[in-house]
Every structure is written in C-alpha cells, then in structure tokens.
C-alpha cells in the first residue's frame, strides 16, 4: 500500500481563515450581545462580555405581536410590527409575481422564434446591469405625479418586480434550455395543451432554478432601502427604512435597534433553508437507482 504524503499547511493560512472568520462572525455576535442587554449596560464604560441578558428589547420590538404583556412597556410602539408585516408582504408578493411572469418569459424566449429574439434576451439582462440610484428620480416622478401610488405597497412590488425580473429571465433560460424538446413533443402528441406542456413538464423541471430565482429575489425585495425610504410612507414603511428613521439626533435606543436587526435576519434564511430543499429534491428527482 502506497504511503500518502500531505504536505503541511502553512500557519498563515490558518491565522488567514481565522481571522475571516471572526470578520463575517464577529459582527452578528456583537450585535446578538448588544440586543440582550440594557440600554445601562450598553452605555457603560464597563460594558464587557459578562452581563444579564435580557429579553426587553425584542419584547419592545414585537410589543404588537406579544400574547402577554410586558412589565417594562408602559406604550406599545406598533411601528416594528407594522413593518414586518409590510416588508414580507412586499417580498413574498414581488417574489411570486417575479417568478410567473419570469418562468413565461424566460420559456417564450428559449422556444419560440420570432425577429430580434437575441436582441430582446440581452436587453433585458442590460437593464439588469443598471444601478437603482439611476432609477431613483424618474421612479419617483412617475410613481407620484402620473400614477399616484407613491406610499403604497402595490408602488413598491411594482418597481422590485420590474427590477429583479431581467435577472430572473436570465437564469431561467439557462434552465430552460436543458428540458429535452422530446419531451414537450412527447405530450403535445398525448393531446396535451401548451398550457398543460409549460406547467406539467416544464415547470417541475425546472424546479432547481426556480428555486435560485426565488432565494435571490426575496432577499433583494427584503433587504432594499434605496428604492423603499424613497416611494414609502408611514403606512407602508419597510423594515430597512423602519430601523434606518429610528435613529435620531435626540434618542438612539441601540438594544432596540440590534434586537430589530437580528429579527430582520431571520425570515431570510428561513425562506433560503426551504428553498435550497427544492433545489436539492430537483437534483435528485431524476436519479435512477443502479
């Protein structure tokens, strides 16, 4: 048997990986510390890794959703609440929206032909490429003197539907392309409808990508600013506008705000570990055992 030899990894390399791992850990265990403790604690100049957690500042955050109610809280503040609701409203409406006209769009463009097919195919992944602070002003003017759906949620999906919607075509006619056309052929000539090829053949294979598209497209939808503290109003404020306008010169309650920043973290990976799933069964959905 022959003898394996490894070399030795340099010690630079692993002081290399420690240290970018304390830079993309080190900043989410700061703030998950900051959000258990009190304002007192966070202030002080003794402040240090020995404290009593505490659980007020997600209980202010959440007031509106507590079933119980909290010693601390003389006056509910519904604005976290409010735009937690509005921030997976938007997401998850723009995220659907995106995938069903994308998903058609995608599979017109891979399957029928028709003149400047190729043009409108690199036009739409060119507009892509456009920053949103280009977007910013004109958006703004249409949205608020032509259409008058500035503040409202419907202004907001419409503007994230049309910004993810060029990548979301791109990705899925790389997908598109891999569905074999017999297989279509093949159920047209069992008497099935165009229709019925697109959602019973295609689409179930297609599930991989259409997972991608919808991991991508929600957390853009939920982690944008930019385009939300522009077009939003009080009503239809969005979480990263909400934690943004609770800083102030005159009060910043940082337990509240790192406590809010943790809770923006998790629906994210929540809507990614169930998604990714789809992407893995759509891997192996087609395995043939030996």
Partial sequence: MADKSYDKQNPAYY????????????????????????????????????????????????????????????????????????????????????????CMAAYALVRFRFMGRDTVSLSTL?????????????????WTFQFQIDGTRAGIILVYVAMNLPFVIWILQS????????????????????????????????????????????RVAWNEFLLANALADRNSRTVPVTIVNSITEFDIDWGVIMATGMLLAIPPIIFTFVASRQIITGMTAGAVKG
């Fill in 15 to 102: 002081a290399l990986l420690v240290a970018l791992v304390v830079m993309a850990v080190g900043p989410i265990a700061m703030m998950l510390m900051t959000s258990l403790k009190l304002n007192v604690d966070i202030m002080s100049d003794t402040s240090s890794l020995l404290f009593m957690p505490t659980l007020r500042n997600y209980e202010t955050a959440l007031c509106d959703f507590l079933w119980y109610e909290a010693p601390h809280i003389d006056y509910c503040d519904k604005t976290f609440g409010r735009a937690l609701i509005n921030s997976l409203t938007i997401s998850l409406i723009s995220t659907v929206l995106t995938l069903v006209i994308g």
């Fill in 175 to 218: 997908f598109i392309v891999q569905v074999p056309i017999q297989l279509e052929e093949a159920a047209r000539m069992d008497g099935a409808g165009p229709f019925q090829v697109f959602f019973l053949v295609v689409l179930p294979l297609i599930k991989p990508g259409l997972a991608a598209a919808a991991i991508f497209t929600f």
């Fill in 126 to 142: 060119a507009m892509r490429m456009v920053p949103p602070a280009v977007l910013l002003v004109p958006v703004f003017g249409i």
